[in-house]
């Protein structure tokens, strides 16, 4: 007993069944965690080490150098980049894929253990972190406040930080740009030259009355008692009556040579939140937490924090979640639409409510239990699963189509009862249905093996679609003929509905029935004309190559992500007060341009001042963010003096940009060892590109360096009076970068008290070099001599790839597409004349989009093979598939003219869309060759056979190409936020599916009697 005679005899069992997906799918989809993209775990670990005061070029020599050739013997490293910076050093690796980033890191742990003898003993220890998605802000928060910047620091530390760790679900919460409080001791230097004292015995002198000691424990009868002898500062006037030594029986107090002042720790940020001085706070969310349900709960506890705290607002700058949740809910508006629509194609064509509805169950039954999958993999909403689901639900009714009017033919023609009619028809097209659905499946296999991001974000793209197909096929060879057998009715006992109804459903026949007899005729004259039907569709297939130089390339597709951020860089070493003077300036041109900001964040720091502005949705304004840098970028220009400006706005997948390593459009690495040697060729490279269509926002990662005064000791006179290098270079440090004299301690926290001299970044090189130590007998010698000063520049950081050192040029691609771009800047490379050794790459996005298309052209050449291999199997044949497969290329037409005319470029998107064709485009090509295969064997002639198999498949070709298409069409359109990232691939299907079909319902039939007549005469001779 098969499968579908099986189930019309147990309809109750068969019921039971499709209720038990139903049930597990909706449960499982009530406990789903929605997200943008899968959980992406890079195999990719970073080493983080610190040693304080280092130059860059000394942590590049006795740190990341070694650290490098550490973990370069870790086993399965394919690539190492680092960043030497002043005290810092950060080592990241790359691991091949595949590779178990647990286990590597355990290695990698216990390798720089091994080692770590050969750096340097007082460095802190290199810390190791694994890279995860997860890891990035899901919101970031802005707080500002009339209050006391201190005031307010404290309030958020000891208030308001605790709420937001408390929410389930988030991980950390980091807090940026506040104002610590400070004790700061500001030594006047000519009062202690006056004196002859040092900042030394200063600093030594307060962190000696500045103790806690335990005293140890004495028994006093019954008890032990513990001592203690606590000599802490309990407050500030008890700093400034310490005592710093005797003269004349008068005592010499802190007070007398410094100011005390309670303060807060010098800036290095400033930050204002819609246009008022603020804090930010970015909160991170546990790895596996609903990121919407997460930001909900934040956005939430603001509110709460607002009413409770008047005196401070609370505004979210960026929320993941909220682009999430629109970009989710477009996506399942595009599912459900295009569900009505395939609906609505089935109801026109059967024009009968019971028929529409036994196939219309397969769409919501397919996705319902395709949840239960999702759940049971431990995948997540989101934008790749949903959208499996959009790609495939004009394709989940295509088996049941087949089965219905197959089961139609035969009661109608036959005459069949429909219980009989149900099983035979499902029987006699399963092995058709089951093919189709199959080559449909091996398209996904080699997805399944791409490595690199593409491969990650795919791979359950691939396992939704196939597994709601392999629903959707069981459901068309059980439920289809069981509903079939209850809800049909015998020929001629159909009941006539209301007159319009009848009318409506004449109206439909007629036009089908002309365009049946339209078909029926193109396809009589292509059997009589076979050699210019053939011609005819490979001088198509040419002319549609004519469009590839017009169809760009980029590695992802565009998204309005409603954020623009502005870049103002100023030269390295620029004061901060001065930073933040032209920063204000660029933020009241900004503003004003920019009506659609709900919030906005200013971040000034380092070099550079940076403005973060957050739009409302797309649907609510008229220019998308693109456009609004664009306008901003014309306004800006040459309006702040001194500032270089960039304007950027935000291009779909941002966590993707962060994973592969870069935020710009294009990168172009130089390689190399001398600095002086990188920057020339930096500059170079620049003025190459800058003029390039297309190319926005130049930006170089070498700078001059910042201005620095490198102190060079005399060591011998050093020596010779007593002291040691370290007793010199921490006069220094005291006198300009301050020292730690321990800490203050006040209602329960703790605060450090800072030596330093009074406005120290204000004081000369001479006020620095007239300090004085004190030798062991009380002599003083000025710091002038013991040593000389050179003056120089140096980097801010180093960068290294592979072990060589490196230079970035980076530039945003506006108007244009990556791949061009990218052509263009290759040719101007080679144009530049290098030293040996040196190298210029094109890299970033271009690199990652390279690697994912030579991976996916791998995968769509292993899925035609595999489809050929499938068809071999069912045909029992080697040509009859060559034949099938003919209507592949034929959807390069489709594809080509429709990523042509809704200028789509070919992106990482767009090119699954063509390895998914390569297993949908097929299908109606295996209809027509199973039925004229079929009809042949009962002793028609070729002719007959192709013509009559494509009058009995016709409907259901057209049935199931414009379902799959119209199911499509709503994400095809790309309308709302998060929809244009699965647009392409849409685009693709919908393109190559249309182009196929139409010419092969011809071309198919044509060649299927070329190949056999030739095959006959050749039997014959």
Known sequence: MNLPQFSVRRPVFTTMVALILIVLGAVSLSRLQIDLLPSIELPTASV????????????????????????????????????????????????????????????????????????PDDITRPRINKFSVDTFPVVLIGISSPLDPVELTQLIEDRIRHRFTQISGVAQVDFWGGFPREIRVEIDPDKINALGLSLNHVLDTLRDANLDLPAGQIEEGRYEVTLRAPAQFSSVQEIRDTVLEMRGGAAVTIGDVAEVVDTYEKLTRIIRVNNERGVRIAIRKQSGANTVEVSRQILEEIDALNDEFPQISIVPVINQGNFIERSIQNVARSVLYGGGLAILILLFFLRNIRSTLVISLSIPISIIATFSLIYFAGFTINLMTLGGLALGVGMMVDSSIVVLENIFRIRDEDGEPPAEASSVGAWEVAPAITASTITTLVIFLPVIFVKGVSGLLFRELAYVIAFSLVCSLLLSLSLVPMLSSRLLKAKGRDRAGPRWVERLKRDSEKRFDQLNSGYLGILDAALRHKALVVIGAVVLLGLSLFTVPMIGTEFLPPSDEGEVRVTGEMEVGTRLDLLDRQTRLMESIVYAAVPEAVSTVASVRDNEGEIRMSLVKASERSRSNVEIAADLRERLEGRIPGMKIRTRAPQGQFLLERIIGGDEGVTVEIRGFELDVLKALSDKVTAAIEDIEGITDVDQSFDDGTPQEEFVLDRRKIADLGFTPRDVTEVIETAIAGSRAGNYHSKGNSYRILVQLKDAEKRSLDEVLNLTLRTADGETVALRNLVTTVSSRAPLEITRKDQQRQVT???????????????????????????????????????????????????????????????????????????????????????????????????????????????????????????????????????????????????????????????????????????????????????GLAGSTLITLVLIPVVYTLVHGFMKKKVKA
């Open 48 to 119: 983080r080490t610190e040693y304080e005061g280092a130059s860059p070029e000394v942590m590049e020599r006795l740190i990341t150098q070694i650290m490098e050739e550490i973990v370069a013997t870790v086993p399965g490293v394919e690539e190492i980049r680092s960043t030497s910076e002043e005290g810092r050093s950060s080592v990241n690796v790359t691991f091949v894929w595949g590779t178990d980033l647990d286990a590597a890191a355990i290695d990698l742990r216990a390798t720089i253990e091994d080692e770590i003898s050969e750096l």
């Open 809 to 991: 040029v980076s530039a945003n691609v506006t108007d244009r597409d990556l791949g061009s771009v990218a052509t263009e800047i290759k040719e101007k490379l080679n144009q530049i004349p290098r030293p040996d050794s040196y190298e210029l790459l094109v890299a970033g996005n271009f690199e990652e989009q390279q690697k994912a298309m030579r991976e996916l052209t791998v995968a769509l050449l292993l899925s035609l093979l595999l489809v050929y291999m499938v068809l071999a199997c069912q045909y029992e044949s080697l040509l009859d598939p060559l034949v099938v497969m003919l209507s592949t290329p034929m959807a390069a037409i489709g594809v080509l003219l429709v990523l042509w005319l809704t200028d789509t470029t070919l992106n990482l998107q767009s090119a699954i869309g063509c390895i998914m064709l390569g297993g949908i485009v097929v299908n109606n090509a295996i209809l027509l060759v199973d039925q004229a295969g079929r009809l042949h064997e009962e002793g028609r002639s070729l002719n007959e056979a192709v013509a009559e198999a494509g009058r009995r498949r016709f409907r259901p070709i057209l049935m199931t190409t414009l379902t799959t298409i119209l199911g499509l069409l709503p994400l095809a359109l790309g309308i709302g936020e998060g929809s244009d990232a699965q647009a392409p691939l849409a685009r693709a299907v919908v393109g």
